[in-house]
């Protein structure tokens, strides 16, 4: 179900009416019904999966911190739900594709379960962060339910951490004014990402890539900076969609983006891309494998492989492994200047060294968004090889995604530098007309055909 469908529409209708009709203490229920609607709608079967997974790790919690005095009983219990979890996903996820590289075809293939990367995740940092003593487990399994399956955030994040999502449901919805007129106005700008400028590009991006070895250079250019906005307006317009929705019901959840393509280097590109995800990794996986706390050669390392596992994440495929060794290879190269030459060097802070430094970045990420696009090394690489070396100009017909690209970084340059979000929601009116102005630019400018989020298949 995607949030800019009727059948959504008449979900979310539903949930507002019967939050209303119903006393507040069916809040949970109702939110947790709407849940398991909204995610049965893809796949029913599926759904039991995502219910088997939340009653793992609720009872697991429980185990763990009642045995926390025993180390190794404690260990054993979070040892088993991180097999379960991660056993489940490897399953649907990488077993065939395993498989396949060792030589064997087994004449089928799995479905997808929808968002098990996000909520698998999710389950995950709840029981470690109980065997860490950071939280106490819950004691009620619908809050626990909710938590895992909150349908704004199920199937694409933000990944949530239970001491900032658990909390709100126990607590129960902030329902304010200015959460209503926020909550459309953050949800409208994701909607106008989303079907202006995310599938307009997509739809550019899908017909140069599908004849890229008869594409000039000039359109495998245009179309790989397309696919990085194509990304960023997609994946981003979920989550803005998802936390206007969220804030609709009276919920916060944590911004994922903040404005990446104008990171001065790749390690401020990871802290403002998929943030959530980023910090996940952080905490779960490169902190525990030593972080950068035993000299250079470890910790160079712990990166490569933390943004190997990032890569492996996103899909099994090869060339999100090799996504993901470049990025390591680009923060390790940041790293290494850091420590080798010093924080200053190259860190000029005038306006023209910002633009060189944001435009090298934005450049390092596109460079590794052709292998995340692609659908094999082949193609990547034949694509790079055109780019670099084809030295053709001619064009397709790029001027309508071209003009677009320039529409958005304006756009989004007036929302970084000049505040424009902050003055519009600070004004009730000034919210209502960018609400109604996005609505109906949506409905017109909007590409006809509804497409799925890109890190649905995630």
């Given at each position: ?34 849940s398991y609607t909204f995610y049965a709608w893809w796949s029913v079967k599926f759904l039991s999966l995502l219910v088997f ?39 649907f996820k990488y077993f065939i594709w395993v498989t396949k590289l060792g030589g064997f075809n087994l004449g089928f293939n ?237 860190n000029s802070q005038n306006i023209f060294a910002k633009f060189i430094k944001i435009f090298l970045t934005f450049n390092l ?94």
């Open positions: 179900m995607l949030f800019h469908t009727l059948e959504f529409i008449l979900l979310f209708g539903i949930t507002l009416l019967a939050r209303l009709i119903l006393p507040k203490n069916f809040e949970r229920i109702i939110l947790l019904i709407a997974s939340t009653l793992i790790d609720y009872f697991a919690a429980k185990l763990i911190f009642r045995n926390l005095k025993n180390k190794n009983l404690a260990k054993l219990f979070l040892i088993i739900s991180l097999i379960i979890n991660l056993g489940i996903l490897f399953i799995l479905v997808l379960p929808l968002g098990i990367s996000f909520y698998t995740f999710q389950s995950i940092s709840y029981t470690i962060d109980v065997y860490r003593k950071k939280i106490l487990p819950e004691n009620s399994l619908l809050s626990y339910a909710l938590y895992v399956s909150f349908f704004p955030q199920l199937v694409a994040g933000p990944i949530e951490r239970s001491d900032t999502l658990l909390p709100q449901i126990n607590r129960g919805p902030k329902l304010i004014n200015s959460f209503i007129v926020s909550g459309l106005s953050i949800f409208i700008w994701g909607f106008v990402k989303k079907v202006i400028f995310g599938d307009h590009f997509g739809n550019f991006v899908n017909e140069i890539y599908s004849i890229h070895n008869s594409a000039s250079s000039l359109d495998l250019l245009l179309a790989s900076y397309a696919f990085a906005f194509q990304i960023y307006c997609d994946f981003s317009g979920y989550t803005d969609m998802a936390r206007g929705v969220a804030r609709l019901l009276g919920y916060e959840m944590h911004k994922n983006f903040d404005s990446p393509y104008f990171a001065q280097n790749i390690r401020e590109f990871w802290q403002k891309w998929h943030m959530t995800l980023s910090t996940w990794f952080r905490d779960y996986l490169y902190i525990p494998l030593g972080g950068n706390r035993s000299g250079t050669p470890k910790e160079i390392f712990n990166i490569i492989l933390t943004m190997l596992i990032a890569g492996l994440w996103h899909g099994a495929n090869l060339t999100f492994l090799v996504w993901g060794a470049l990025h390591g290879l680009y923060i390790s190269i940041f790293h290494l200047k850091n420590k080798f030459l010093g924080k200053d060097f190259l990420v596109t460079v590794g968004w052709i292998f995340f696009r692609s659908d094999s090394l082949k193609q990547a690489f034949d694509i790079l090889h055109s780019i670099v070396f084809k030295s053709d100009w001619t064009t397709l017909q790029w001027e309508t995604s071209f003009t677009l690209m320039i529409i958005f970084v304006c756009l989004i340059f007036l929302r970084r530098y000049f505040n424009v979000v902050r003055i519009i929601t600070a004004n009730n009116f000034l919210n209502w007309i960018f609400i109604w102005v996005g609505l109906f630019s949506s409905i017109i400018f909007g590409a006809l055909q509804k497409t799925d989020f890109i890190y649905f298949q995630f």
